[in-house]
């Protein structure tokens, strides 16, 4: 079995125990919501590890924003120059948080299932996909 590395994995958003199937059920960014698989599709393994276990989430999409929120500053600052309305910061600023939305709820969840999870899943190359699994996703 080929082995798939875990940084593939975390950008494409897949399973952290088998790689394979997909965290979530949608697009990125489309007309539909975002939708997380309760468990993976390929080795049906529940992604909600304990009740709540997601909210741990928000605080690393917080992370994310500042982070983001830093670096349009920084942007908007060295492209206009500009130091006499906090308004085109305050306008940049609320557009990327709309924007960025939909990347920060995912990658805020697979940052809390590879990284932030004190008992960290294992991955296992060799996992055989459940009778269901529709080759799609
Ligand atoms: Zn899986």
């Given at each position: 079995m080929e082995r798939i590395s875990k940084s593939y994995a975390m950008i494409h958003a897949k399973c952290p125990r088998c790689r394979k199937g997909n965290l979530f059920a949608n697009s990125m960014y489309g007309l539909h919501?975002?939708?997380m698989n309760a468990a993976c599709p390929y080795c049906g393994f529940v992604f909600e590890q304990?009740?709540?276990y997601f909210y741990v989430a928000m605080y690393a999409s917080y992370a994310l924003n500042i982070a983001e929120i830093v670096a349009t500053v920084i942007?908007?600052?060295v492209l206009t120059?500009?130091?006499?309305?906090p308004w085109l910061y305050i306008g940049i600023i609320f557009a990327m948080a709309v924007i960025l939305s939909p990347f920060n709820f995912r990658y805020s969840r697979v940052m809390l299932l590879y990284w932030l999870t004190p008992k960290q899943v294992k991955y296992y190359s060799d996992i055989k996909p459940l009778p269901t699994y529709s080759g799609k996703n």
């Open positions: 919501s975002q939708k304990e009740p709540g942007a908007v600052y120059g500009n130091t006499d309305s």
